[in-house]
């Protein structure tokens, strides 16, 4: 292996002093007041910034860890992944954004209470989308940032590990997220260089596209006895397939193309990250155009991701294809493969020396800023979603220190699941996180669709649709653990209904199983008026929406009374806030420690927040909602259909 030179050292530095000193000067420019402005001023942005903020948001280090690590274990299966979010992303752009558009709304708990009303579901969706930050955002994040670190200074595992917690704990307190925002859009241009680069540079080292399946199926030939211990090490026979066996296989045909289309719409359509790009655009047009150009980037991770894994077993072979526990524990640590360490292994012996640095150190710096972001979204989401119900009255010091506790408890949680996490799914990280994602979001999908389709669906049939299938997810999550897949070689003695039933059919059953309850309790269930619909479903989208009416859908009194005292709170917080008012800006000035505790921990002083008025409102939803040129949305609609027509000819010559 060739090890990391002084040159990548040196463009490692150098790429990190950069991004820090942008922190400290994004940390020094203090200008709250702009934030929500900011906010609001943001849905004028075109369309090719939509597009490629809606890919790198969701591609990160994981995915070039996971799907090459995927693709070197197994074959072309798992890009079904990534090429059915096409399906999600036109869904997206033609369905779901113009509901958004037309009910004004900014987030997707607050269209989830617009829709139906109450707070059990946007406290039911806090809790699901914290779980799958605890058990799969946060430790795959730590596990595939320190992969490169070691596959690259030959560090231990938890001293990388820890080396990463460092730095992130130095980017939080230097304000990561605002150093986000203004190195997002390089990282992802030079992570798609990069890959690009070692895309090309590994098809010429390996001979060409069939020398690289021809030495990936011949990558375990020095096995000269083959017995049921190690069988399973072999490559298989239907790696080139993407649709495979429904009953023997290890990615049922039927199963994944149901889970990577129908349930993912709830990642690419319910999901704030990737939803508040689109809801960013100048109107429905270029939020269309953005969400066909995220489809057409969304074909590459097969060429940048999957086929260097490929490579990486076949150039590779006694590493990446170790064929015995004991080997593959000599080869990297990891009694249940290799093929994690594929892309990072490639990355350490194919790119030449200073690009080699460049790669590393964007992908070390797109975990840091993932991972920060991940923590300050699962800190905010805690306290403002889950503790002021337990602490109505918390005061803005109390949330602030249990947000940052909150922060160390994950990241402990996050450091202690790694072992775990490790061997789960037969040592394949990219189906650990798909497993668990489709477990916890199969009956929220069922909840997207019927709310937006079927006006007729009501919140207490929503909220037990969920809460019923969340149990088959939650049993079968414990089941995964209580008896987790053995090891290649070892018995497979788990119950019948683990060895039956493959992973990847729970979530169809969740989602089938939330269909049939939302169906049933709905017509039991008394309906919505249609005047409280209006805007909110994709049948009465095009309805007058009146001010404010969304949102009294719903019968749930107590959280009518907890905005009515947040509305009351946030009067006083704008009085106390006004320019005008010398005593509270003279109470509330830090000087000296204050000073800087207050930069780092944050500002407790209330912040003065101007409601949208009707004129807003109605200019806001009119606007984005009106289209550009008829023939710009034909360039669109063509470009759809395109980009959708490539992918069926994808599917056909890889079927």
């Known amino acids: 292996m060739a090890a990391v030179e002084w040159g990548d050292i040196l463009v490692i530095v150098v790429y990190f002093i950069a991004v820090l000193s942008v922190g400290i000067w994004s940390i020094c420019k203090t200008n709250r007041g702009s934030v929500k402005e900011f906010f609001l001023a943001g849905r004028n942005v075109p369309w090719w910034p939509v597009g490629c903020s809606l890919f790198s948001s969701n591609i990160g280090s994981e995915h070039f860890i996971g799907l090459a690590g995927s693709g070197a274990a197994s074959g072309f299966a798992v890009i079904e992944y990534e090429w059915n979010a096409i399906l999600c992303l036109i869904l997206l752009g033609w369905v779901f954004l113009p509901v958004y558009f037309a009910c004004g709304i900014f987030t997707m708990p607050e269209y989830l209470h617009r829709r139906f009303g109450g707070q059990r579901l946007r406290i039911m969706f806090s809790i699901i989308v914290l779980l799958n930050l605890i058990f799969v955002n946060i430790p795959i994040d730590l596990y595939s940032g320190a992969l490169f670190i070691v596959e690259s200074f030959e560090w231990p595992l938890y001293v990388a590990v820890f080396a990463m917690m460092g730095v992130v704990a130095l980017y939080v307190l230097l304000g990561g997220l605002n150093t986000v925002i203004y190195t997002d859009a390089i990282q992802t241009v030079v992570m798609l260089g990069g890959s690009v680069v070692l895309t090309i540079m590994a098809f010429n080292k390996v001979g060409g596209w069939d020398a690289a399946l021809e030495k990936y199926m011949a990558s375990n030939n020095n096995l000269t006895n083959i017995t049921s211990e190690n069988s399973c090490f072999l490559p298989r026979k239907d790696a080139f397939h993407i649709f495979r066996d429904p009953v023997n296989s290890d990615l049922p045909g039927p199963a994944l193309f149901f889970r990577t289309s129908v349930i993912s719409v709830v990642y690419w359509c319910g999901n704030q990250v990737i939803v508040q790009r689109a809801l960013a655009a100048k109107n429905i047009t270029h939020a269309r155009a953005g969400t066909v150009l995220a489809g057409y980037l969304k074909i590459l991770p097969f060429f ?184 290649c070689g070892d018995p497979d003695n788990r119950p019948i209904i683990m060895t039956a039933i493959n992973y990847n059919y729970i ?148 079927a």
């Open 304 to 487: 940048i991701m999957v086929m260097p894994g490929v490579i990486s077993r076949a150039l590779f072979p006694e590493k990446i294809a170790c064929a015995s526990q004991e080997a593959c524990k000599k080869a990297c640590g990891n009694p249940a493969g290799c093929t994690n360490l594929a892309y990072p292994t490639l990355v350490a012996n194919i790119l030449p020396q200073g690009v080699r640095g460049i790669m590393l150190a964007v992908m070390m710096s797109a975990v840091i800023s993932s991972l920060t972001s991940i923590l300050n979204s699962a800190s905010a989401m805690f306290t403002l979603d889950l503790w002021r119900l337990v602490r109505k009255n918390a005061s803005n010091l109390e949330m602030l220190a249990v947000g940052r506790l909150f922060v160390v408890a994950l990241c402990v949680f996050g450091i202690l699941w790694i072992p775990i996490m490790e061997t789960a799914q037969g040592g394949q990280l990219f189906f650990y996180a798909t497993s668990i994602t489709g477990y916890v979001f199969a009956p929220i999908c069922s909840v997207f669709i019927l709310g937006v389709f079927w006006t007729r669906t009501t919140e207490k049939a929503a909220f037990y649709g969920v809460l019923v299938s969340q149990i088959v997810g939650l049993v079968r999550f414990v089941l995964d653990f209580v008896y987790p897949t053995p090891l």
């Open 507 to 654: 979530p169809v059953i969740q989602a089938v199983l939330a269909f049939i309850i939302v169906i049933c309790v709905s017509l039991l269930t008394e309906a919505t008026s249609k005047d409280k619909l209006a805007g909110i479903t994709y049948w009465t989208r095009n309805d007058t929406v009146e001010f404010g009416k969304g949102e009294q859908v719903g019968d749930d009194d107590d959280y009518e009374k907890s905005q009515e005292n947040e509305e009351k709170m946030q009067i006083k917080d704008n009085e106390n806030a006004t320019d005008d008012n010398e005593t509270f800006e003279v109470k509330y000035k830090p000087y000296g420690w204050r000073k800087w505790i207050y930069r780092v921990c944050g500002d407790p002083r209330p912040e003065k927040t101007d409601a949208l008025s009707r004129e807003q409102f109605s200019t806001i939803t009119e606007k984005q909602k009106t289209p550009n040129s008829p023939f710009w949305q034909l360039v669109v609609n063509i470009n759809a259909v395109c980009c959708l027509g490539i992918l069926i000819f994808l599917y056909i010559y890889f």
